[in-house]
């Protein structure tokens, strides 16, 4: 299938540029699962969030989860988790937008049915050995469920179909943004109250890393510029962003978010925790991570505000005075913000103008860091030079006699 604008950039293997093939995760295809007669079978892993789950889900298991509209990073940690199967109780796809994560579950060679319905989350019970027999889902050989068994040509035409929806999903989105600017503009004009932090921000670089589009190659990116060792930024994970830090053996300084995507090795790193207290909306005047940091014993603070949990990440940056931040797998796109199941950008455009140029791609700083002179680069030169007059020193006869005549001179009385 051919992949629109709106849609480029999110299907692609660390590039921007085209969809993402069976090939790519070459693991999966042609391994038998999803493919003949044979029921699929493995132990179920149920949970409503999908982000809960994989941290549990092991290659072989049955995932069981409530997803309306498979987002892009959900089925990735899906796909990076390996189960034979995904039953979804919801539609994976509602053709409200063109969303593509069913595409990547499908491109895996891992069998889905959706649509089977909520009762799913209660007939299934975590461990339970699940055969998944066309649309049929069974435990003990009782028919539990019925779905509908996605694969790549019904997954296509889905997001054909959901195309056409893309005008009033977008006029929608439009408005919803402008009247929730109305309701947050305290994070432009600078009523928002900062909490004091223990870290310092005032003139240092700081590296925001949330676990969006593209995070892992943006990461490694940067590492590979040398910017993580020879600039030693402030590194603040949003949620499961502080996990992808560990990943790749930096320690967070700071996590900030409500806590629900991060492990708890990760909590006891040693990080500064800061709670995103919701000061608007649903959850208003709440703080839903503090209930898990309080029972887990361990300190935070608050920092209640309106938008998302990057978004106060980088007012408490802004806000402390940090010289530039950095951003990694921060979200543009409104695909992106739909696939995380907002309906609006307002908070994100006004923090974004807020805090105007001192916020940068992750990419954008490892190429130019990548053309600049490191110091560390200078040292070497400059060692390798002092290094190759010694050599020429020790090994040059007539080096020596003119470097001794010399020394003489010097030291002869008058």
Same mark, same amino acid.
């Given at each position: 299938?051919?992949?629109?604008?709106?849609?480029?950039?999110?299907?692609?293997?660390?590039?921007?540029?085209?969809?993402?093939?069976?090939?790519?995760?070459?693991?999966?295809?042609?391994?038998?699962?999803?493919?003949?007669?044979?029921?699929?079978?493995?132990?179920?892993?149920?949970?409503?969030?999908?982000?809960?789950? =994989?941290?549990?889900?092991?290659?072989?298991?049955?995932?069981?989860?409530?997803?309306?509209?498979?987002?892009?990073?959900?089925?990735?940690?899906?796909?990076?988790?390996?189960?034979?199967?995904?039953?979804?109780?919801?539609?994976?796809?509602?053709?409200?937008?063109?969303?593509?994560?069913?595409?990547?579950?499908?491109?895996?060679?891992?069998?889905?049915?959706?649509?089977?319905?909520?009762?799913?989350?209660?007939?299934?019970?975590?461990?339970?050995?699940?055969?998944?027999?066309?649309?049929?889902?069974?435990?003990?050989?009782? =028919?539990?469920?019925?779905?509908?068994?996605?694969?790549?040509?019904?997954?296509?035409?889905?997001?054909?179909?959901?195309?056409?929806?893309?005008?009033?999903?977008?006029?929608?989105?439009?408005?919803?943004?402008?009247?929730?600017?109305?309701?947050?503009?305290?994070? &432009?004009?600078?009523?928002?109250?900062?909490?004091?932090?223990?870290?310092?921000?005032?003139?240092?670089?700081?590296?925001?890393?949330?676990?969006?589009?593209?995070?892992?190659?943006?990461?490694?990116?940067?590492?590979?510029?040398?910017?993580?060792?020879?600039?030693?930024?402030?590194?603040?994970?949003?949620?499961?962003?502080?996990?992808?830090?560990?990943?790749?053996?930096?320690?967070?300084?700071?996590?900030?978010?409500?806590?629900?995507?991060?492990?708890?090795?990760?909590?006891?790193?040693?990080?500064?925790?800061?709670?995103?207290?919701?000061?608007?909306?649903?959850?208003?005047?709440?703080?839903?991570?503090?209930?898990?940091?309080?029972?887990?014993?361990?300190?935070?603070?608050?920092?209640?505000?309106?938008?998302?949990?990057?978004?106060?990440?980088?007012?408490?940056?802004?806000?402390?005075?940090?010289?530039?931040?950095?951003?990694?797998?921060?979200?543009?796109?409104?695909?992106?913000?739909?696939?995380?199941?907002?309906?609006?950008?307002?908070?994100?455009?006004?923090?974004?103008?807020?805090?105007?140029?001192?916020? =940068?791609?992750?990419?954008?700083?490892?190429?130019?860091?990548?053309?600049?002179?490191?110091?560390?680069?200078? &040292?070497?030169?400059?060692?390798?030079?002092?290094?190759?007059?010694?050599?020429?020193?020790? &090994?040059?006869?007539? =080096?020596?006699?003119?470097?001794?005549?010399?020394?003489?001179?010097?030291?002869?009385?008058?």
């Amino acid at each position: 299938m051919r992949f629109p604008p709106w849609a480029r950039g999110t299907a692609t293997n660390g590039h921007r540029n085209g969809p993402r093939t069976g090939a790519w995760f070459g693991y999966r295809n042609g391994n038998g699962h999803g493919t003949g007669d044979e029921p699929i079978k493995g132990a179920a892993r149920v949970d409503r969030k999908t982000k809960r789950l =994989v941290k549990r889900l092991q290659p072989g298991d049955i995932a069981v989860i409530h997803h309306a509209d498979i987002d892009r990073i959900a089925a990735e940690t899906l796909v990076d988790a390996a189960p034979a199967a995904v039953i979804n109780a919801a539609p994976s796809t509602t053709g409200r937008y063109p969303n593509l994560g069913p595409l990547l579950l499908c491109q895996a060679g891992i069998t889905l049915v959706d649509d089977v319905g909520g009762d799913v989350m209660d007939s299934i019970a975590e461990g339970d050995i699940v055969a998944v027999d066309g649309d049929r889902i069974l435990v003990d050989g009782e =028919v539990v469920a019925t779905g509908v068994r996605q694969d790549l040509d019904r997954v296509d035409a889905a997001i054909e179909a959901a195309r056409s929806n893309i005008g009033p999903e977008l006029e929608r989105f439009a408005n919803n943004t402008v009247v929730y600017m109305r309701q947050e503009i305290d994070l &432009l004009t600078g009523s928002v109250e900062v909490p004091e932090t223990r870290i310092q921000f005032a003139g240092r670089q700081v590296l925001i890393v949330v676990r969006g589009i593209d995070y892992k190659q943006d990461l490694a990116l940067l590492r590979q510029s040398g910017y993580l060792k020879d600039v030693r930024p402030i590194l603040v994970g949003v949620d499961g962003g502080a996990d992808a830090l560990l990943e790749i053996g930096e320690t967070p300084d700071m996590i900030i978010g409500d806590f629900d995507s991060v492990s708890e090795a990760t909590l006891r790193c040693g990080a500064e925790l800061v709670v995103h207290g919701y000061s608007s909306g649903r959850a208003n005047g709440e703080a839903p991570g503090a209930e898990r940091l309080e029972r887990l014993g361990l300190p935070y603070t608050v920092f209640s505000a309106p938008g998302t949990s990057e978004d106060i990440a980088m007012l408490l940056a802004d806000g402390h005075g940090a010289e530039l931040m950095v951003s990694v797998g921060t979200h543009f796109s409104m695909v992106e913000f739909l696939d995380k199941g907002r309906g609006g950008m307002a908070s994100t455009f006004l923090v974004r103008m807020k805090v105007g140029s001192r916020l =940068v791609d992750a990419r954008g700083v490892s190429r130019l860091y990548q053309q600049s002179v490191r110091t560390r680069d200078l &040292l070497m030169l400059v060692g390798s030079a002092l290094f190759t007059l010694a050599l020429v020193f020790v &090994l040059s006869e007539p =080096v020596r006699l003119v470097v001794k005549a010399f020394w003489l001179t010097l030291t002869a009385g008058p």
